[in-house]
């Protein structure tokens, strides 16, 4: 039985499971009240403690673990959806991504220590405008492959792409449905 009162995932440990409550999304709806070791009691659902990538192991707000993670935060979903749509075939952008044999090399792609890595060679958001283009879209998420763009400057991207297609004759990657990827990192309701 991996969860009972008194097991332990990081920083956490379970205390009390609690009523489970109808109303909330079944993926959720197992929840436990937690004890982190910073002394703050949160309620965690259980999928939060396993899934992967990121599962849950503190209570996210511990005085000393002001990481990457927790200061550059949207940066950090923006690059886990990355993850995700280009290694879950359930993600609704799959087929643009990861079914079109687009991927995160395997630096950025490490748990621990990849987006340390994906922060320090993109930098920080430089505003809400701003996404992450490739700015081969036949090429991954890779180093000199990324930068943040506007959706201005991603649409000048992609019609420069089919103009020089039409000059080549290459075959037009753009119209296999290129989508501008999502600025806010997507629906994460919680990390
Ligand atoms: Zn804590």
């Known amino acids: 039985m991996q969860f009972y009162a008194g097991a332990k995932f990081g920083r956490l440990t379970l205390r009390q499971r ?3 409550n109808p109303r ?3 993926t959720i709806r197992k ?18 403690l396993i899934r992967r990538p990121n599962p849950k192991e503190n209570c996210g707000q511990c005085p000393d673990l002001k990481t ?3 200061k550059f935060n949207v940066e950090f979903r923006i690059w886990l959806m990355m993850l995700r749509r280009t290694t879950n075939p359930s993600h609704r952008s799959y087929k643009d991504y990861g079914g079109r044999g687009i991927r995160v ?8 220590t990849g987006f340390d890595a994906f ?8 505003s809400e405008r701003h996404s992450v283009d490739r700015i081969d879209n036949d090429k991954g998420y890779e180093p000199n492959n990324v930068r943040w763009a506007t959706p201005k ?11 020089h297609a039409r000059r ?8 296999q449905g290129r989508r501008a990827e999502p600025a806010s990192g997507g629906h994460v309701p919680e990390v």
């Open 18 to 20: 609690l009523r489970i």
């Open 24 to 26: 909330i999304s079944p």
């Open 31 to 48: 929840q436990w009240l937690a004890d982190c070791e910073c002394g703050t009691r949160i309620t965690v659902p259980e999928y939060y």
């Open 68 to 70: 990457t993670k927790t």
């Open 105 to 112: 090399c395997e630096e950025w792609s490490d748990q621990v």
């Open 119 to 126: 922060l320090q060679h993109i930098g920080p958001r430089p």
């Open 153 to 163: 400057e991603q649409a000048w991207n992609t019609r420069r792409k089919q103009r």
């Open 168 to 175: 080549t004759g290459e075959p037009n990657s753009d119209e």
